[in-house]
T-cell receptor, first 112, second 118 residues
Framework: DQQVKQNSPSLSVQEGRISILNCDYT??????FLWYKKYPAEGPTFLIS?????DKNEDGRFTVFLNKSAKHLSLHIVPSQPGDSAVYFC???????????FGKGTHLIIQP | ETGVTQSPTHLIKTRGQQVTLRCSSQ?????VSWYQQALGQGPQFIFQ???????GRGNFPPRFSGLQFPNYSSELNVNALELDDSALYLC?????FGHGLGGTGELFFGEGSRLTVL
């Protein structure tokens, strides 16, 4: 039973436009959410996070939105750049030592 | 670059064998966790070590075991290898575990060890 779901395996966006990656979760005990970016042959790298007490967190071109009632979060990248082409993982945590629960990832492709 | 290094990068084993994977944490980090990433899946939490003690475990059988050393480096051992153990094994270090204890929850991952079981 997947507790974190990324329903779009891939997404293609034109350079300069907005990329929106979506993530849904089912476990109401999750209270901290993170996005990781992964290039081929590299480990995932942290991108941005949000606590459940907030509904938005912004860092440069990256903004994460959290809708707790819908158990939904999204990552917005604007403007999209060629270097943004990667696999993006949504992850969630309930605190403590239970580790992160990851989605399956969305492969973002930025078209020139 | 995260400062987390893993070895070996690739290895091939046969079913029933045992394997040890190694990880050197980022300087100053006292927590290490291991994840298994099967093809087409997201990383799945195996276990976590904090100051040399296992303090969290995912849904993995006991044949997956680990160690954390005083210098915070770590090992993942897998006994009686099965074909389904073929995956990328990721080590991640952090300063303190979980965001609820003052940590950010951010993990710093190594590049992984690709294990193929034949």
């Amino acid at each position: 039973d997947q507790q974190v779901k990324q329903n779009s395996p891939s997404l293609s966006v034109q350079e300069g436009r907005i990329s929106i990656l979506n993530c849904d979760y089912t476990n109401s005990m999750f209270d901290y959410f993170l996005w990781y970016k992964k290039y081929p042959a590299e480990g995932p790298t942290f991108l941005i996070s949000i606590s459940s007490i907030k509904d938005k967190n912004e860092d440069g071109r990256f903004t994460v939105f959290l809708n707790k009632s819908a158990k939904h979060l999204s990552l917005h990248i604007v403007p999209s750049q060629p270097g943004d082409s990667a696999v993006y993982f949504c992850a969630a945590s309930g605190g403590g030592a239970d580790g992160l629960t990851f989605g399956k990832g969305t492969h973002l492709i930025i078209q020139p | 670059e995260t400062g987390v290094t893993q070895s070996p990068t690739h290895l091939i084993k046969t079913r029933g064998q045992q394997v040890t994977l190694r990880c050197s944490s980022q300087s100053g980090h006292n927590t290490v966790s291991w994840y298994q990433q099967a093809l087409g899946q997201g990383p799945q939490f195996i276990f976590q070590y904090y100051r040399e003690e296992e303090n969290g475990r995912g849904n993995f059988p006991p044949r997956f075991s680990g160690l954390q050393f005083p210098n915070y480096s770590s090992e993942l051992n897998v006994n009686a290898l099965e074909l389904d153990d073929s995956a990328l094994y990721l080590c991640a270090s952090s300063l303190d575990f979980g965001h609820g204890l003052g940590g950010t929850g951010e993990l710093f991952f190594g590049e992984g060890s690709r294990l193929t079981v034949l």
